[in-house]
């Protein structure tokens, strides 16, 4: 029986096709830099290598864990860089644009996205984050009441999570994600009505429901999770860009990073056990759920 490292290998292209790929992937990433230097340029040379390495390592992670990477972007931006709040938030969005496309290529070319199921959890979540939208404005003074239940919530399969990566069972991987048509689409409304409310990105919700609603395997989860995401991504980064929430040069330079970084994270998924994958998952999926929790209480967590 083949191996998922095994199966991605045979379907690696042939040599000259990688190195056009790359020589792309290089060209747009020196665009985007020299963009963001040209448009807004950072204040020392040693902040614009900090945005590109930040960015690097969100895609990075991204790529590997299905995520936008707006948990590392954040904190970077607000503490670190001075940014304010509302920008900070605003060119995260627009960074996790560029981290979604390109984790999503990656994985794509090497087999590890199910495109069907991804497109219908795209649709779905486009129209949920419509309808989301619409019940922020009822449900402005319970987003942190939401934020509790989100955190308590997610504990569960973080927890689960952690436990299968500690503790891996016998049980073989599946071959495919499970579900139907319709179970695909209102799971991606229900992403969306969450991202329309809460205003973050569908990963943290989409990666566990793949794996516990749908039965993913590990190694299809996190692109299908990435291309997915990325209608959402360009509605939620896109208004934030029209409302001036965006610090677009800084953004560039971030995005420069994120694409090369959430391509490494695809190149390098079938390296790691399904295990060490799942333990990968649970501990960030219990940071995000303390970090829910805490911001009920009014706690302030990094």
Do not use: C, N
Request: proline letters at 6%.
């Amino acid at each position: 029986m083949s191996t998922p490292s095994s199966s991605r290998r045979d379907r690696d292209p042939p040599a000259g096709v990688l190195t056009v790929r790359i020589a792309l992937l290089v060209a747009v990433i020196a665009v985007m830099l020299g963009a963001g230097l040209t448009v807004a340029p950072p204040a020392t040379p040693a902040s614009a290598l900090l945005l590109f390495v930040v960015g690097f390592v969100a895609g990075v992670f991204g790529g590997l864990v299905g995520v936008g990477g707006s948990t590392i972007l954040l904190p970077v931006m607000y503490f670190s860089l001075g940014f304010s709040e509302p920008v900070a938030i605003g060119t995260g969005l627009f960074v996790v644009i560029f981290t979604t496309i390109s984790g999503a290529a990656g994985h794509l070319v090497r087999g590890s996205l199910d495109r069907r199921v991804a497109a219908r959890i795209a649709l779905g979540g486009l129209v949920g984050v419509l309808i989301g939208s619409w019940l922020f404005s009822f449900l402005v003074d319970y987003t942190g009441l939401l934020a509790l239940i989100l955190g308590l919530v997610f504990l569960v399969p973080s927890l689960g999570m952690i436990r299968e990566g500690l503790w891996p069972g016998t049980r073989p991987e599946p071959e495919r994600i499970g579900g139907t048509r319709p179970g695909h689409l209102l799971f991606g409304a229900g992403v969306g009505v969450l991202t329309g409310i809460t205003g973050l990105g569908g990963g943290y919700a989409i990666v566990p429901g793949l794996l516990y609603l749908f039965g993913a395997p590990v190694y299809v989860t996190v692109g299908t999770s990435l291309a997915s995401m990325i209608p959402m991504a360009v509605v939620g980064g896109g208004v934030k860009l029209l409302e001036g929430y965006v610090a677009f040069g800084a953004g560039l330079i971030l995005a420069a990073g994120s694409i090369a970084g959430a391509r490494v994270g695809a190149a390098t998924i079938g390296r790691f056990q399904p295990a060490t994958l799942k333990l990968v998952f649970g501990l960030y999926f219990f940071y995000a759920a303390l970090r829910f929790i805490a911001a009920f209480f009014g706690i302030g967590a990094p």
